[in-house]
């Protein structure tokens, strides 16, 4: 099992060494935007008994960003299944399903360490005041492999790019803005609020903030993340294994 997931895994590191500098490059330029339309532009503005704006949105785009470059990062399957039809020759090989995906789940939690250290380089460069500790990436990872599940899952289901693309518009997009990223989700309406605090990045975004800033640890939202996690798992392994039968 291991030497499976690893092959799986070393495919992927393969293929994003060989593009790793476009990759970081490419990565930076979101960071900087946020940081400098919000952290510096809008955070001029705003003052927090916490701390500067900025300090309170680092681990908000850390969050965001983990979640976009885990989905991304497992979307090319849905090409591979549906149009290059080239899903095939890893049923041919003698890997199992469960290997197969938890070696894609690992090559999207890499990249999205490598992301988030470039974007805690750039914030340490705008000023921003934070510490990080190992339960910080312990959250990072949980959040990188439930959104790259949710990557996985949909690959597995959907038929189109158009699909695909329906995926960031009604799921991503939302949870970008309104998951406690940009502004505590305290200000929602009751209801609103209520529906955010059941997503999953809303608690990410708790967690790091709180574990950045040196807050209690909300312990409830790491068991949340737990079962997304979970939960998630399970049914991308059950989609791909019905997948491997057809």
């Not at 090319?76 to 469960?98: C, D, G, M, N």
């Not at 999207?108 to 990436?137: D, E």
Request: glycine share 6%; hydrophobic share 55%.
């Amino acid at each position: 099992m291991l030497h499976d997931i690893g092959t799986v895994f070393w495919r992927d590191w393969i293929v994003l060494k060989k593009r790793l500098t476009k990759f970081i490059f490419s990565r930076m330029v979101a960071p900087l935007l946020y940081l400098t339309a919000f952290g510096l532009g809008l955070g001029r503005s705003v003052n927090l008994d916490s701390g500067s704006y900025l300090d309170f949105i680092v681990p908000g785009i850390i969050a965001l960003n983990s979640m976009n470059i885990s989905f991304h990062s497992v979307i090319s399957i849905h090409a591979e299944r549906v149009y290059h039809k080239s899903l095939e020759e890893y049923f041919l090989a003698p890997i199992s399903a469960t290997a197969f995906l938890i070696g894609k789940l690992l090559g999207a939690v890499l990249r999205s360490i490598i992301s988030t250290a470039i974007i805690i380089l750039l914030a340490k460069i705008f000023g921003a005041n934070f510490s990080l500790s190992i339960t910080f990436f312990a959250v990072l990872i949980l959040n990188s492999v439930i959104f790259a599940e949710v990557g996985f899952f949909a690959a597995m289901k959907l038929s189109s790019y158009e699909e695909m693309a329906q995926v960031n518009t009604y799921i991503l997009l939302p949870m970008s803005f309104m998951c406690g990223t940009f502004f505590s989700t305290a200000v929602l309406p009751e209801v609103v609020k209520f529906l955010v605090d059941c997503l999953p990045l809303t608690h990410t975004s708790l967690l790091m903030r709180s574990i950045t800033h040196g807050g209690d640890i909300t312990y409830t939202s790491g068991l949340i993340l737990i079962c997304y996690a979970s939960v998630g798992f399970l049914a991308c392994l059950k989609a791909f294994q019905k997948l491997l039968e057809e």
